[in-house]
């Protein structure tokens, strides 16, 4: 307070005349009361973030950055995901696990497919993958799907082997890389055979964050995207209230039917990812599993805010909280969001650090080798644990690589 108390005085002195001794106004300290006001706002200011700064603290100190060799930062999950299976995987599992996606079969080095794919797309971005390790790998046989949600609940006691791109902790599928990396994924007119092709994204959307370093983004957080899920409405709400602070509206999808569908507006346009890249803050949502534009956000070299924590990738779980990205609670409120968002607004340099490790993991990370890594590694750990000799099966044909 001594401090405090002589600088308003040396500010003051040529103002009013004032003398100063240590640590005392000899005239009326009412002109020191701006000074102590400001104090009073700085002391508040800390303690509204304490809660979001202890939780930075915290992860730091836990924080074990991962190695790249070998695709090493996701391995972890293949353990985890075939544990279940330690005691081996029977033919018996494989056919009743069939009724639940498609099955491949890898026979000396040659890709093999049931004849029938669901979604043509999703397959062709899954086989672009075991066509480039079928050589290495064992004859093995396995049963992926396709579709967006996971098949195997783990409340069920007959737990079968089952790929899926997407799952949650009540969830015992196999987790792999989604066919997005290569083609597929939510076809809007932007995108009408979905985004697809991560390898063109990283360059595409690295180039425009180029445009927009951190200095020239909008000082605004961001979101575009259809109302697949409510955890996305106080965002929007919050938006029309404070356009100050947030520009997230809906987009048409394919239900689109009024603005009913649009919480009451008229649906906004399509933005593209290289577009994202001019704000500083971008907000992902899980759809009806995993939010497929997670990774490609990162690209653009902002601070992702990513809601929820129930739904996986096969990368995720080397994604941590408040050292990659700021994690949002999905019930969070209008006040929640805007608490964050403020959060960011007023420690730049703070969230800045925390979108180059985002981006820097991505980019070292998240690579076309590292996905193909990922498939090789689980194949082959998966393979070991089938207890009995593959052979062909009369409903699969050979692929061409």
Request: net charge positive.
């Amino acid at each position: 307070m001594k401090i405090l108390t002589t600088l308003c005085c040396i500010f003051t002195l040529h103002k009013i005349g004032v003398k100063c001794s240590e640590g005392t106004c000899s005239a009326d300290q009412s002109d020191c009361s701006d000074l102590e006001e400001d104090k009073k706002y700085a002391e508040s200011k800390n303690n509204r973030w304490s809660h979001y700064l202890e939780e930075i603290e915290k992860a730091k100190a836990s924080y074990e950055p991962c190695q790249s060799s070998n695709c090493s930062c996701h391995t972890t999950l293949i353990e985890k995901d075939l544990l279940v299976f330690k005691d081996g995987i029977t033919e018996d599992l494989i056919n009743r696990a069939r009724t639940k996606g498609v099955l491949y079969q890898i026979l000396n080095g040659k890709v093999y497919r049931e004849e029938e794919c669901m979604f043509p797309f999703r397959c062709s971005g899954i086989e672009h993958f075991l066509h480039k390790i079928s050589a290495e790998l064992p004859d093995t046989e396995f049963v992926v799907n396709t579709r967006d949600w996971p098949q195997v609940p783990n409340y069920r006691r007959d737990v079968l082997p089952v790929f899926s791109f997407s799952k949650t902790n009540d969830f015992y599928d196999i987790t792999y890389p989604a066919w997005t990396f290569w083609e597929g994924g939510p076809a809007i007119s932007l995108y009408p055979r979905g985004l697809g092709r991560w390898d063109q994204h990283r360059i595409s959307v690295r180039k425009a964050a180029k445009k927009w370093p951190w200095k020239k983004k909008k000082d605004v957080a961001f979101f575009r995207g259809s109302r697949t899920s409510g955890e996305r409405d106080p965002l929007v709400l919050l938006s029309r209230k404070r356009p100050d602070l947030v520009d997230a509206q809906y987009t048409k999808n394919q239900a689109w039917r009024s603005e009913k569908d649009t919480l009451g507006a008229p649906p906004a346009a399509e933005v593209s990812l290289e577009d994202h890249c001019q704000y500083k803050y971008l907000f992902n949502y899980r759809g009806v599993a995993a939010s497929f534009r997670f990774k490609h956000l990162f690209l653009c070299e902002s601070l992702v805010f990513h809601v929820g924590n129930e739904w996986i990738e096969f990368f995720y779980p080397a994604m941590k909280p408040w050292i990659h990205y700021i994690p949002v609670s999905k019930d969070a409120d209008e006040k929640e969001l805007s608490d964050l968002i403020e959060f960011a607004k007023y420690n730049d340099d703070l969230v800045k650090a925390i979108t180059a490790n985002g981006a820097e993991f991505i980019q070292d990370h998240l690579k076309f080798e590292d996905i193909t890594c990922y498939w090789r590694e689980l194949l082959k750990k998966y393979s070991k644990l089938l207890k009995y000799r593959v052979k062909k099966d009369d409903k699969v044909k050979v692929l061409k690589g």
